[in-house]
């Protein structure tokens, strides 16, 4: 039989993550929403709790969390709960709280996943601590990754990078930014190397915020680097081309990520079933386990489809993490999780107000804007077209080449 209980140690985690998105997250969700590019001070207090906790190898919160699992590396034969499942958890929780404010805790961006995932030993020791933005998509690609134009150029000791990043969450915020960009053209995506570049260092600025639909308390930034220096050392994971491994190296940032941007979906979706149950009990509606749907009110019916949906993404995410850290490919996985997590969040958020009527339009709840923040978890870190793309490759058999 299959357990899909929790371990201990990560639903002791997962409750903390939970206090601060009840305690915290949600007594100022609507506050940030209201109050675009403003800073959220609370999380400072926040920042400083979390760092406690790093030190003392209880937990961390976000993208620093994981990439790595010493448990699994210690004995391969082990089921191990690590880094990533952990990360996935905590995530989930903050974002059932408020995802913009998740994603603009302090230190825990998901340019720390990249460092997780790519780093080298030493690299992990100079870049551990820090706030790390993720800086891919340009004005002239999407989620086609592949298509980076940033140029990077190494000049003598130093790595001077060109290009214009968009769409770069805490890009104004954070202390460092992880820029994905090419060492050589003529090689195509093999080239493409991911660099870690200072939030100070000379060249690089903020050209705008963006204004947007949703996860309004969270800061995005569009970037200009004009001849950036960084130190040689800051490319991450090694300078050489692999023309034969291709863009994997760069892209197994993703198979970390894309199951925390799952989770945070899932968490969006599960904090809008569990208001609009409060707002159906409330007009009368019984939902019932024991009775088929088709004899159900058609709004029951509708709820109990979008919690199997809700069941069905929260166990997808769950897999793609553990098989994260239990060193198993998870490319797929982590695809499907992403896919699957995004579309149930849209769906579910904007079913939910629609079936709680005016009061779910209104902002006497969180549900519209709960409604808003779901879109982009359905875009970011690769669109629901290019996760499905990525889902049919893998299991045809087919190459990008051969299925675009």
């Known amino acids: 039989m299959i357990n899909l209980e929790l371990p201990k140690k990560l639903k002791a985690s997962a409750n903390q993550a939970h206090q601060v998105a009840s305690q915290i997250f949600r007594p100022i969700s609507r506050k940030y929403d209201l109050a ?34 010493d448990e699994a590396d210690a004995d391969l034969t082990a089921n191990a709960n690590g880094g990533n499942m952990s990360a996935l958890l905590n995530s989930l929780e903050t974002s059932w709280g408020d995802v913009g404010l998740m994603l603009t ?75 994905w960009a090419s060492v050589d ?6 080239a493409i190397k991911s660099f870690v570049v200072p939030r100070d260092a000379p060249g690089l600025s903020v050209a705008r915020l963006e204004h947007k639909l949703g996860i309004k308390a969270s800061d995005t930034a569009v970037l200009l680097l004009q001849d950036c220096r960084i130190p040689a050392d ?30 945070m979906a899932v968490g969006v979706t599960r904090a809008a079933l569990e208001e609009l149950r409060s707002v159906l009990t409330e007009a009368g509606v019984e939902i ?11 709004a029951a019916a509708e709820f109990l489809r979008m919690e199997a949906d809700y069941e069905s993404a929260y166990l997808l ?57 779901s879109k982009i978890l359905d875009i970011f870190e690769g669109t629901q077209q290019i996760q499905q793309l990525i889902v049919a490759r893998r299991v045809l058999g087919k190459t990008s080449a051969e299925l675009k």
């Not at 053209?185 to 093999?190: N, T, W």
């Not at 019932?288 to 058609?298: K, R």
């Not at 579309?343 to 409604?371: F, P």
Request: hydrophobic fraction near 40%; charged fraction near 20%.
């Open 234 to 263: 800051n490319i991450l994971g090694s300078p050489e081309v692999n023309v034969e491994k291709g863009f994997a190296g760069v892209m197994q940032t993703f198979d970390n990520t894309r199951p925390l941007v799952a989770a």
């Open 185 to 190: 053209k003529s090689l195509g995506r093999a």
């Open 105 to 179: 805790i302090p230190y825990q961006g998901l340019g720390n996943a990249a460092i997780a995932a790519v780093a080298t030993d030493e690299q992990l020791s100079r870049f551990g601590k820090v706030w790390a933005a993720m800086a891919i998509t340009e004005p002239s690609f999407g989620s086609d990754s592949a298509a980076v134009t940033t140029t990077a150029v190494l000049d003598g000791d130093e790595w001077v990078l060109n290009g214009e990043k968009i769409f770069v969450t805490c890009g104004q915020r954070a202390t460092h930014i992880v820029v």
């Open 36 to 69: 675009e590019h403003e800073y959220p001070v609370e999380l400072d207090t926040m920042a400083a709790m979390i760092e406690g906790l790093a030190d003392s190898g209880t937990q961390k919160i976000g993208g620093a969390a994981g990439g790595r699992n």
């Open 317 to 373: 995410s769950l897999r793609a993490a553990w098989m994260a850290d239990n060193k198993k490919p998870n490319s797929l996985e982590a695809s499907m999780s992403k896919a699957k997590a995004g579309r149930t969040g849209t769906d579910v958020t904007l079913k939910a107000v629609e079936l709680a009527g005016t009061i779910g339009y209104s902002q006497r709840t969180l549900l519209e804007k709960w409604a808003r923040d």
């Open 288 to 298: 019932s386990y024991d009775t088929p749907a088709m004899n159900q009110s058609a």
